[in-house]
């Protein structure tokens, strides 16, 4: 009984917690965090500041322009445009870290020396390393002595205006210094410093060190190693400078912006925190750093991780159009954009957006961002406060909610049942990706929750798998007992007589030689009780395994032959009165309820009778059945069955001499059914035809024992309803008198569907029964005379050519005369069948007994008066 | 509640040394508490199918009445659930073996003795039919729970014969019920305490034939503390005493309280359990 405990669920699902847990910091689960947080910027939406546009240079603007790298000149003419725009800040992501020099530039110099002209000294020779590149004062040559006059005055003149032409950085230079609002910026290089800087950064760099920082010395932010400045004479005419470095994941995507950089012992702020202080007419001394927590720029209060890395907002564009306003740098350079209209106090970005100039990232809505974009939405994200963060007690969520979702693995999912339990599991997964991105649209909060949605779904598979895989196992070991047991179930079932869940599990067991002997009895069984169909599949069944066990090739063929003409039929719509019984005989005997039916006796109006043995006592029975699956509706099939055994108990009451008694009744499939004792001769219908009319005082005397027998049954309250001469049986030889069909009148009275069946002899109703008033045993007396008057004379007393007419007939009219048909009919008799034919009940014979006596006494009157010439006539005959 | 882990069951089933078949059937059912053991007679295999159908058609029925009722519940006439579960279950069995028999020419006339125990709510309801029996090993007594019907017992319960008589008995075989026999039958249901450390053993005729009370007592004694072992000695006892007859044991040992979760937080906790 007992297993080990690291087969069970708990400790499975608890080695699972303990993999995730492991792997939670693994490239794997944190990329799929990554991947959440990117669909959670998706989903987030935030207008970006409309106050940032972008001016790009795009490959349109180097195709018009000139080969990249431009000349600076360029760079500064467009300052010069903007700041006639007045523009609030100008951030350049242009690196101007070397001085640019024209090859000719040195010569000019030399000459202009030579000249006399006292040229400045040229600018050496960019320095690779990290530092300042020093760089000679260009602008020197602008203090130039007065040029000497005369031709060499000219030519001097020349090359200083071709000096100044050339020297670019100190176009650009002058450009910044009167624009006033440029912002550069820096490039660091990120790692940690093996000693001390080579030399200490120029101070127009350390004027934008964050001053002091408050809070943790353990939290610190990223270190660098070393940098790149703008050059000299650029740099220290830039308002600011701020570093532009991109910490990208490992999967290369930019997810967060480091606000600050430290450089040894020193804070630098990101170029877009820059960017948005100057925009607020705030400098570097009004950064603070909260070391661990985020930084505050004037009343601003920006987030961020340990790191003082902020999650910005990535914005969408929103129907198509862009996020922030980009127009190409051509555009705006050759004035076809109206600078000072469209850029007028704004916060101006440029940069370089042209396929292979600058490098581009992978952003949460961007697979290629290039870098002056990135700084756009950083810029808007810090000045909007529209950024991610991830709190401190984050942490503790995650890890919390880690344990609950291992917890429920542990003790909860075993105990589940698998529907159950994978709906919980989906539930919690759809809260958990709920609440993750509920938080991150809303209130711009960032809790991984993607750790704890793995272990639940890895977790929830794994313990599935296993289980499956146990049960699997278990199946196996199973399956030979489990065939047994479906095996005595089956003929539990069987013996139960319900064979059809038997056949159920006899299926699922495999064959062999002793369930052959099962199978061949249940397909008797299903013959026995005319399934053909059923029969003929479980013989097929049994065919698989062994085609030539016993008799089942015979078998098949006919159960085959039988469910096609038989069990076709019952579907409904086809012939009500179809026999049971199969040709040649060959079939088992069919079962009807107890009884065995022996052969057909005949069809009546619902259904065939057959003649049926009851096999326990040996009694022969007439069995009347009647498909009443197919005489009615479904609908009101359940209310017509229970009609039809309320009638037939009631019938089965009447114990008298010449009403036929029943014995049972039942119902099997979709036949209902009626045993009742078999009679020997038949009905009346042949003693109506003329010709064959029985003797007057033999009609009397069947008519007047049927009249005993209705007023029997009218006492105990039961009414035939259909009296005719084919529900009265008769038999010549020992002159026995029954009347049968008790009740089952009823059953078609009132149907609704089958109406054209009961009005098809209407002959026989009296004139309250066809106005369908409620009618009682004066009624069937009346129907009774109609056979009487039927049956002297061989013509209905009451006939019309329509059905209107024959019904106006019995309400309205009088019987035709009856001596106009038969005149040998006594005077006593026509007399009685005026009285028994009235139109009007109260008029009639109100009981059976009033009813027989005053038949007889009328034949017997009339026998003694009309004695003689009745001889005479039947002499002369 | 899961009573898998409460009751220790092991069981085995073997046809001696004398017949090729083996006419006896045991199921268990641990989760639902439930243990039954028939030993079946009648010709050419018959007897086979009627303890099968006896031990299938009751533990598949009584598992799915257990599925939506609890056994200690009552009912609308205060009978404890339990019993009449046990009852209608044997009947149905009962019916399905004997209509099986009637309609089936191969297995007419078969019929089995029955033992059937439901563990629940630390009680144990044991019905029973023929001479089948249960014994119970409590603190170190060992005694026989149920009482057989069979023509042996009811010529010693009137005083005809005595034990001792009785164990040399010529028609030792005779049963007085059965199941499957007649359309109708009367099993012998009675509810008994059961403690922790209770040992129940099931078995056929093959056992208590071939084995005197004595030495199966002993033998649970001894080898109570490894029912496995106990069950398979059991058998073996059997066999080395001619083995006349099919042996079917099982064992069924307490080991924790088991009392019915009534409350709504008892309820969570035998659910955690």
Same mark, same amino acid.
């Given at each position: 009984?007992?297993?080990?405990?690291?087969?069970?669920?708990?400790?499975?699902?608890?080695?699972?917690?303990?993999?995730?847990?492991?792997?939670?910091?693994?490239?794997?689960?944190?990329?799929?965090?990554?991947?959440?947080?990117?669909?959670?910027?998706?989903?987030?939406?935030?207008?970006?500041?409309?106050?940032?546009?972008?001016?790009?240079?795009?490959?349109?603007?180097?195709?018009?322009?000139?080969?990249?790298?431009?000349?600076?000149?360029?760079?500064?003419?467009?300052?010069?445009?903007?700041?006639?725009?007045?523009?609030?800040?100008?951030?350049?992501?242009?690196f101007f870290t070397e001085?640019?020099?024209?090859?000719?530039?040195?010569?000019?110099?030399?000459?202009?020396?030579?000249?006399?002209?006292?040229?400045?000294?040229?600018?050496?020779?960019p320095e690779p390393v990290a530092g300042a590149p020093v760089q000679?004062?260009?602008?020197?040559?602008?203090?130039?002595?007065?040029?000497?006059?005369?031709?060499?005055?000219?030519?001097?003149?020349?090359?200083?205006?071709?000096?100044?032409?050339?020297?670019?950085?100190?176009?650009?230079?002058?450009?910044?210094?009167?624009?006033?609002?440029?912002l550069l910026p820096m490039f660091f290089t990120l790692g940690?410093p093996r000693g001390k800087p080579d030399k200490p950064l120029p101070e127009y760099v350390t004027r934008n060190a964050i001053a002091?920082?408050?809070?943790?010395?353990?939290?610190?932010p990223?270190p660098t190693s070393a940098v790149q400045v703008p050059v000299e004479p650029i740099g220290k005419v830039a308002v600011g400078l701020g570093h532009l470095n991109?910490?990208?994941?490992?999967?290369?995507?930019?997810?967060?912006?480091?606000?600050v950089l430290q450089y040894f012992d020193q804070f630098y702020p990101s170029l877009?925190?820059m960017?948005?202080?100057?925009?607020?007419?705030?400098g570097p001394a009004?950064?603070?750093?909260?070391?661990?927590?985020?930084?505050?720029?004037?009343?601003?209060?920006?987030?961020?991780?340990?790191?003082?890395?902020?999650?910005?907002?990535?914005?969408?564009?929103?129907?198509?159009?862009?996020?922030?306003?980009?127009?190409?740098?051509?555009?705006?350079?050759?004035?076809?954009?109206?600078?000072?209209?469209?850029?007028?106090?704004?916060?101006?970005?440029?940069?370089?957006?042209?396929?292979?100039?600058?490098?581009?990232?992978?952003?949460?809505?961007?697979?290629?961002?290039?870098?002056?974009?990135?700084?756009?939405?950083?810029?808007?994200?810090?000045?909007?406060?529209?950024?991610?963060?991830?709190?401190?007690?984050?942490?503790?969520?995650?890890?919390?909610?880690?344990?609950?979702?291992?917890?429920?693995?542990?003790?909860?999912?075993?105990?589940?049942?698998?529907?159950?339990?994978?709906?919980?599991?989906?539930?919690?997964?759809?809260?958990?990706?709920?609440?993750?991105?509920?938080?991150?649209?809303?209130?711009?909060?960032?809790?991984?929750?993607?750790?704890?949605?793995?272990?639940?779904?890895?977790?929830?598979?794994?313990?599935?798998?296993?289980?499956?895989?146990?049960?699997?196992?278990?199946?196996?070991?199973?399956?030979?007992?489990?065939?047994?047991?479906?095996?005595?179930?089956?003929?539990?079932?069987?013996?139960?007589?319900?064979?059809?869940?038997?056949?159920?599990?006899?299926?699922?067991?495999?064959?062999?030689?002793?369930?052959?002997?099962?199978?061949?009895?249940?397909?008797?069984?299903?013959?026995?009780?005319?399934?053909?169909?059923?029969?003929?599949?479980?013989?097929?069944?049994?065919?698989?395994?062994?085609?030539?066990?016993?008799?089942?090739?015979?078998?098949?063929?006919?159960?085959?032959?039988?469910?096609?003409?038989?069990?076709?039929?019952?579907?409904?719509?086809?012939?009500?009165?179809?026999?049971?019984?199969?040709?040649?005989?060959?079939?088992?005997?069919?079962?009807?309820?107890?009884?065995?039916?022996?052969?057909?006796?005949?069809?009546?109006?619902?259904?065939?009778?057959?003649?049926?043995?009851?096999?326990?006592?040996?009694?022969?029975?007439?069995?009347?059945?009647?498909?009443?699956?197919?005489?009615?509706?479904?609908?009101?099939?359940?209310?017509?069955?229970?009609?039809?055994?309320?009638?037939?108990?009631?019938?089965?009451?009447?114990?008298?001499?010449?009403?036929?008694?029943?014995?049972?009744?039942?119902?099997?499939?979709?036949?209902?059914?009626?045993?009742?004792?078999?009679?020997?001769?038949?009905?009346?219908?042949?003693?109506?035809?003329?010709?064959?009319?029985?003797?007057?005082?033999?009609?009397?005397?069947?008519?007047?024992?049927?009249?005993?027998?209705?007023?029997?049954?009218?006492?105990?309250?039961?009414?035939?309803?259909?009296?005719?001469?084919?529900?009265?049986?008769?038999?010549?030889?020992?002159?026995?008198?029954?009347?049968?069909?008790?009740?089952?009148?009823?059953?078609?009275?009132?149907?609704?569907?089958?109406?054209?069946?009961?009005?098809?002899?209407?002959?026989?109703?009296?004139?309250?029964?066809?106005?369908?008033?409620?009618?009682?045993?004066?009624?069937?007396?009346?129907?009774?005379?109609?056979?009487?008057?039927?049956?002297?004379?061989?013509?209905?007393?009451?006939?019309?050519?329509?059905?209107?007419?024959?019904?106006?007939?019995?309400?309205?009219?009088?019987?035709?005369?009856?001596?106009?048909?038969?005149?040998?009919?006594?005077?006593?008799?026509?007399?009685?069948?005026?009285?028994?034919?009235?139109?009007?009940?109260?008029?009639?014979?109100?009981?059976?007994?009033?009813?027989?006596?005053?038949?007889?006494?009328?034949?017997?009157?009339?026998?003694?008066?009309?004695?003689?010439?009745?001889?005479?006539?039947?002499?002369?005959? | 509640?899961?009573?898998?882990?409460?009751?220790?069951?092991?069981?085995?089933?073997?046809?001696?040394?004398?017949?090729?078949?083996?006419?006896?059937?045991?199921?268990?059912?641990?989760?639902?508490?439930?243990?039954?053991?028939?030993?079946?007679?009648?010709?050419?295999?018959?007897?086979?199918?009627?303890?099968?159908?006896?031990?299938?058609?009751?533990?598949?029925?009584?598992?799915?009445?257990?599925?939506?009722?609890?056994?200690?519940?009552?009912?609308?006439?205060?009978?404890?659930?339990?019993?009449?579960?046990?009852?209608?279950?044997?009947?149905?069995?009962?019916?399905?073996?004997?209509?099986?028999?009637?309609?089936?020419?191969?297995?007419?006339?078969?019929?089995?003795?029955?033992?059937?125990?439901?563990?629940?709510?630390?009680?144990?309801?044991?019905?029973?039919?023929?001479?089948?029996?249960?014994?119970?090993?409590?603190?170190?007594?060992?005694?026989?729970?149920?009482?057989?019907?069979?023509?042996?017992? @009811?010529? +010693?319960?009137?005083? $005809?014969?005595?034990?001792?008589?009785?164990?040399?008995? *010529?028609?030792?075989? #005779? %049963?007085?019920?059965?199941?499957?026999?007649?359309?109708?039958?009367?099993?012998?249901?009675?509810?008994?305490?059961?403690?922790?450390?209770?040992?129940?053993?099931?078995?056929?005729?093959?056992?208590?034939?071939?084995?005197?009370? @004595?030495? +199966?007592?002993?033998? $649970?004694?001894?080898?109570?503390?490894?029912?496995?072992? *106990?069950?398979?000695? #059991? %058998?073996?006892?059997?066999?080395?005493?001619?083995?006349?007859?099919?042996?079917?044991?099982?064992?069924?040992?307490?080991?924790?309280?088991?009392?019915?979760?009534?409350?709504?937080?008892?309820?969570?906790?035998?659910?955690?359990?």
């Amino acid at each position: 009984m007992k297993s080990g405990f690291w087969k069970t669920d708990w400790f499975f699902g608890l080695v699972v917690a303990l993999l995730l847990l492991l792997g939670s910091n693994s490239d794997l689960l944190q990329s799929l965090e990554r991947k959440a947080y990117d669909m959670g910027v998706m989903a987030s939406s935030r207008t970006p500041l409309d106050r940032i546009a972008v001016i790009a240079i795009d490959d349109a603007s180097i195709a018009n322009l000139g080969r990249w790298p431009w000349s600076r000149e360029i760079h500064a003419k467009m300052t010069d445009i903007l700041a006639g725009a007045k523009v609030k800040v100008i951030g350049n992501t242009v690196f101007f870290t070397e001085p640019q020099v024209d090859p000719g530039y040195q010569y000019i110099v030399k000459l202009l020396a030579a000249a006399g002209g006292n040229a400045p000294v040229a600018p050496p020779a960019p320095e690779p390393v990290a530092g300042a590149p020093v760089q000679a004062d260009a602008s020197a040559a602008a203090a130039a002595p007065p040029a000497p006059s005369g031709e060499l005055g000219q030519f001097i003149a020349i090359l200083r205006e071709a000096e100044g032409a050339l020297n670019t950085d100190r176009r650009l230079a002058d450009s910044f210094e009167r624009a006033r609002n440029v912002l550069l910026p820096m490039f660091f290089t990120l790692g940690d410093p093996r000693g001390k800087p080579d030399k200490p950064l120029p101070e127009y760099v350390t004027r934008n060190a964050i001053a002091g920082a408050q809070g943790a010395q353990d939290n610190l932010p990223l270190p660098t190693s070393a940098v790149q400045v703008p050059v000299e004479p650029i740099g220290k005419v830039a308002v600011g400078l701020g570093h532009l470095n991109a910490n990208p994941d490992v999967d290369g995507g930019i997810r967060t912006e480091p606000l600050v950089l430290q450089y040894f012992d020193q804070f630098y702020p990101s170029l877009s925190m820059m960017i948005a202080a100057r925009s607020l007419n705030l400098g570097p001394a009004d950064i603070k750093v909260r070391l661990g927590e985020g930084v505050t720029l004037g009343k601003l209060r920006i987030g961020t991780d340990p790191a003082l890395q902020m999650h910005p907002f990535f914005y969408k564009d929103v129907d198509g159009r862009r996020a922030f306003p980009t127009d190409s740098f051509f555009d705006v350079y050759t004035g076809k954009i109206d600078a000072s209209k469209k850029y007028r106090d704004k916060i101006v970005l440029i940069g370089a957006t042209a396929t292979g100039v600058g490098s581009t990232a992978v952003t949460p809505i961007s697979p290629a961002m290039p870098p002056v974009l990135t700084l756009a939405h950083s810029v808007s994200s810090i000045l909007q406060e529209h950024f991610f963060v991830a709190p401190t007690w984050a942490w503790i969520v995650e890890k919390g909610v880690f344990l609950l979702v291992a917890l429920y693995l542990v003790v909860v999912l075993p105990r589940l049942a698998a529907g159950p339990g994978a709906a919980l599991t989906a539930g919690i997964l759809a809260a958990l990706l709920v609440t993750h991105f509920v938080l991150m649209t809303t209130q711009a909060l960032w809790i991984q929750l993607m750790v704890p949605c793995a272990l639940l779904v890895v977790g929830h598979v794994a313990l599935v798998t296993k289980r499956f895989m146990m049960t699997e196992r278990a199946k196996v070991r199973s399956d030979e007992s489990s065939a047994e047991s479906n095996r005595m179930l089956g003929l539990a079932y069987q013996g139960q007589g319900q064979l059809d869940m038997a056949w159920d599990k006899f299926r699922l067991v495999p064959v062999s030689e002793p369930l052959m002997d099962n199978l061949y009895n249940l397909a008797l069984d299903f013959e026995r009780k005319r399934q053909f169909a059923k029969a003929e599949g479980v013989f097929r069944h049994m065919a698989g395994f062994n085609p030539k066990f016993r008799d089942i090739e015979t078998k098949l063929s006919r159960a085959k032959q039988l469910s096609e003409t038989v069990m076709l039929s019952g579907g409904g719509g086809g012939k009500t009165n179809t026999s049971i019984l199969g040709d040649g005989g060959s079939v088992e005997k069919p079962m009807l309820g107890r009884y065995q039916i022996e052969k057909e006796l005949g069809k009546g109006a619902m259904g065939v009778v057959y003649l049926g043995k009851d096999p326990k006592i040996g009694r022969v029975v007439a069995i009347k059945t009647m498909a009443l699956a197919q005489e009615f509706e479904a609908s009101e099939l359940a209310e017509v069955k229970e009609r039809f055994f309320r009638e037939a108990e009631t019938a089965g009451r009447l114990a008298h001499q010449n009403i036929v008694t029943i014995y049972d009744a039942g119902e099997e499939h979709d036949l209902a059914y009626i045993a009742m004792e078999l009679l020997k001769g038949g009905d009346l219908v042949p003693f109506t035809k003329p010709g064959a009319l029985l003797p007057i005082d033999k009609t009397v005397s069947i008519i007047a024992r049927t009249a005993d027998a209705l007023g029997y049954a009218h006492k105990q309250g039961v009414i035939h309803r259909d009296i005719k001469p084919a529900n009265v049986m008769y038999h010549l030889e020992s002159d026995t008198v029954k009347v049968t069909d008790f009740g089952i009148a009823r059953l078609t009275d009132s149907s609704k569907t089958k109406t054209g069946m009961v009005l098809g002899t209407p002959s026989y109703m009296s004139p309250e029964q066809l106005s369908g008033q409620k009618i009682d045993g004066r009624s069937d007396l009346f129907s009774l005379a109609v056979s009487l008057y039927l049956m002297l004379c061989g013509k209905l007393p009451f006939e019309g050519d329509t059905m209107g007419r024959l019904m106006f007939r019995i309400s309205s009219e009088p019987p035709t005369d009856i001596l106009t048909l038969n005149p040998n009919v006594p005077a006593g008799i026509v007399a009685f069948l005026d009285r028994a034919m009235d139109k009007e009940p109260a008029n009639r014979y109100q009981t059976g007994e009033e009813f027989a006596a005053a038949l007889r006494e009328a034949a017997s009157g009339a026998a003694q008066s009309a004695n003689e010439p009745a001889t005479s006539v039947d002499i002369q005959l | 509640m899961d009573l898998s882990q409460i009751l220790e069951i092991t069981s085995a089933t073997d046809p001696g040394m004398v017949r090729s078949h083996n006419e006896d059937s045991i199921a268990s059912d641990p989760a639902n508490g439930l243990v039954v053991l028939a030993d079946g007679m009648g010709g050419y295999n018959a007897g086979e199918v009627a303890s099968g159908m006896a031990t299938t058609v009751i533990t598949t029925e009584i598992a799915q009445v257990l599925s939506g009722v609890q056994p200690y519940e009552l009912d609308d006439k205060n009978e404890i659930l339990a019993t009449r579960i046990v009852r209608e279950q044997i009947l149905k069995a009962n019916t399905s073996i004997y209509q099986a028999a009637q309609s089936q020419p191969q297995y007419s006339g078969m019929g089995t003795t029955l033992i059937v125990c439901l563990f629940y709510d630390n009680k144990v309801m044991v019905g029973h039919l023929g001479d089948s029996r249960v014994y119970r090993m409590r603190d170190g007594k060992f005694s026989q729970v149920t009482r057989d019907h069979s023509l042996l017992q @009811e010529q +010693i319960d009137s005083g $005809l014969i005595t034990a001792e008589q009785a164990k040399t008995a *010529a028609h030792k075989n #005779l %049963v007085t019920k059965a199941l499957g026999i007649d359309p109708t039958v009367e099993p012998e249901i009675h509810e008994y305490d059961s403690l922790v450390g209770d040992i129940y053993l099931l078995c056929s005729d093959g056992l208590c034939d071939m084995v005197s009370d @004595e030495d +199966i007592s002993m033998t $649970l004694s001894m080898l109570g503390g490894n029912l496995k072992l *106990a069950t398979q000695q #059991l %058998v073996q006892m059997a066999n080395d005493n001619g083995g006349r007859d099919n042996v079917s044991v099982i064992l069924v040992r307490v080991l924790k309280e088991y009392p019915a979760a009534r409350g709504v937080m008892s309820k969570f906790f035998a659910w955690l359990k």
